[in-house]
């Protein structure tokens, strides 16, 4: 794969608007015809055709040309947010009476999509610890449909072999689906590892500026073909032209930001691996991870979010560490140009509230700043509490 000629050049038909360099946003609902034998040869393409933007736009055809090939897949769809993109290629999968085994700790909407709204339909799930393929055996019923896979997962990183999983799935004719959101196809391919499904949060790496929420579902022309005349025409979470454009325009960067963020995040982790105030540092490729193996098996390398245990008693002890950040927003989402701090004690009323996860993990998102700036910050921050 060329990524630099997708990235840069594919899909880009410049002699079709006037040899513009830059792709033309088509901001227009609504497409004309010189005529009425026109106008129903055009009806019966309409998914692959200018007719109407609820199903196909030109800038958006540009950019699922680009994320497809990215992926390594055959075609993709943009939707208006990750979620979307997450709920809508579930929902091609599974009918009333399926059931869908998950690794256990997905982004919380897509646990939601699951394990709540789903069963109000019928559909039955399992949550399985990801780390051993067998538990995913385990998990598989009669009724089993989908398989779905966060590797890594966006909060500590666990994850899944990807490959055996995928053998798995197809041995008993099960859809895998992916969130490759953490990796981008710069690190990982799972396609190519026999995931039949792959789904992204455009609003992070993909577009990368902070200023769009998007998602992307990328598979085989069958699938997609499908899931347009379904779930995405009817549900109609689609992409507006301009953050098209937009993605479009962040995409051009994709590698060079994923690899930027990729190995100022490796230095970060080299300082904070055996610092005194941090009793666990989750990273796929830190250097006591017990799952490094598997990183290096799948992953060409780390990305730019890791989380810290703090050595802490106290609430408000990791309170202040996020606090004497001066380099890092408190903010949620990541995968944007500026670095990032999200604590988990802000979720916590109290020391008593019980949650899944520990109160004083913190999440980093490493961003194009100079990663000796940002150790510094972290090293002043660390010495406060
Ligand atoms: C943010 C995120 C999503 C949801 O995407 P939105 O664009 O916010 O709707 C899904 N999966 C992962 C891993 C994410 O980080």
Same mark, same amino acid.
């Given at each position: 794969m060329d990524i630099s000629h997708i990235i840069n050049h594919l899909g880009e038909e410049r002699e079709e608007y006037y040899g513009a360099v830059a792709p033309p946003v088509f901001q227009t609902s609504n497409f004309c015809f010189n005529s009425v034998a026109e106008m129903r040869e055009k009806l019966k393409r309409e998914l692959e055709t200018p007719f109407y933007s609820r199903g196909y736009n030109p800038t958006v055809a540009i +950019?699922?040309?680009?994320?497809?090939?990215?992926?390594?897949?055959?075609?993709?769809?943009? /939707?208006?947010?990750?979620? !979307? !993109?997450? !709920?809508?290629?579930?929902?091609? &999968?599974?009918?009333?009476?399926?059931?869908? &085994?998950?690794?256990?700790?997905?982004?919380?909407?897509?646990?939601?999509?699951?394990?709540?709204?789903?069963?109000? *339909?019928?559909?039955?799930?399992? /949550?399985?610890?990801?780390?051993?393929?067998?538990?995913?055996?385990?998990?598989?019923?009669?009724?089993?449909?989908?398989? *779905?896979?966060?590797?890594?997962?966006?909060?500590? /990183?666990e994850m899944q072999d990807i490959t055996a999983i995928a053998a798995l799935a197809k041995s008993k004719n099960i859809t895998t689906i992916i969130d490759n959101s953490y990796s981008t196809p710069i690190n990982q391919q799972p396609l190519s590892m026999g995931v039949d499904i792959v789904v992204h949060s455009a609003s992070k790496y993909l577009n990368g500026h902070s200023d769009v929420i998007a998602g992307v579902v990328c598979s085989t022309k069958k699938r997609i073909e499908q899931l347009m005349a379904e779930e995405y025409m009817t549900i109609g979470s689609i992409i507006s032209p301009q953050d098209a454009a937009l993605i479009l325009r962040g995409l051009r960067t994709l590698e060079l930001r994923v690899n930027r963020s990729a190995?100022? !995040?490796?230095?970060?982790?080299?300082?904070?691996?055996?610092?005194?105030?941090?009793?666990?540092?989750?990273?796929?490729?830190?250097?006591?991870?017990?799952?490094?193996? +598997?990183?290096?098996?799948?992953?060409?390398?780390?990305?730019?979010?890791?989380?810290?245990?703090?050595?802490?008693?106290? =609430?408000?002890?990791?309170?202040?560490?996020?606090?004497?950040?001066?380099?890092? +927003?408190? #903010?949620?989402?990541?995968?944007?140009?500026?670095?990032?701090?999200?604590?988990?004690?802000?979720?916590?009323?109290?020391?008593? /509230?019980?949650?899944? =996860?520990?109160?004083? =993990?913190?999440?980093?998102?490493?961003?194009?700043?100079? #990663?000796d700036l940002l150790i510094e910050d972290l090293k002043q921050a660390l010495e406060k509490i």
């Open positions: +950019l699922r040309k680009k994320l497809a090939a990215l992926e390594g897949a055959e075609d993709a769809l943009v /939707f208006s947010s990750g979620s !979307a !993109a997450v !709920a809508a290629a579930i929902m091609s &999968v599974v009918n009333a009476g399926d059931h869908i &085994v998950c690794v256990q700790k997905p982004y919380s909407w897509t646990r939601t999509v699951i394990s709540k709204y789903l069963a109000k *339909y019928g559909v039955t799930h399992t /949550f399985v610890d990801g780390g051993e393929v067998e538990n995913f055996e385990k998990a598989i019923e009669e009724n089993t449909k989908l398989i *779905y896979l966060e590797s890594p997962n966006s909060l500590t /990183f190995e100022s !995040a490796k230095k970060v982790v080299e300082f904070l691996e055996n610092h005194p105030k941090i009793k666990q540092l989750n990273y796929p490729f830190a250097s006591k991870n017990p799952q490094l193996h +598997l990183a290096k098996k799948q992953m060409k390398q780390g990305g730019g979010l890791l989380s810290i245990e703090l050595k802490v008693e106290k =609430l408000e002890q990791a309170e202040k560490f996020c606090d004497s950040l001066k380099r890092f +927003l408190i #903010a949620t989402s990541w995968g944007g140009y500026e670095s990032l701090v999200f604590p988990m004690c802000a979720l916590v009323a109290s020391q008593s /509230f019980v949650n899944p =996860l520990p109160w004083n =993990l913190v999440r980093l998102y490493i961003g194009l700043e100079d #990663a």
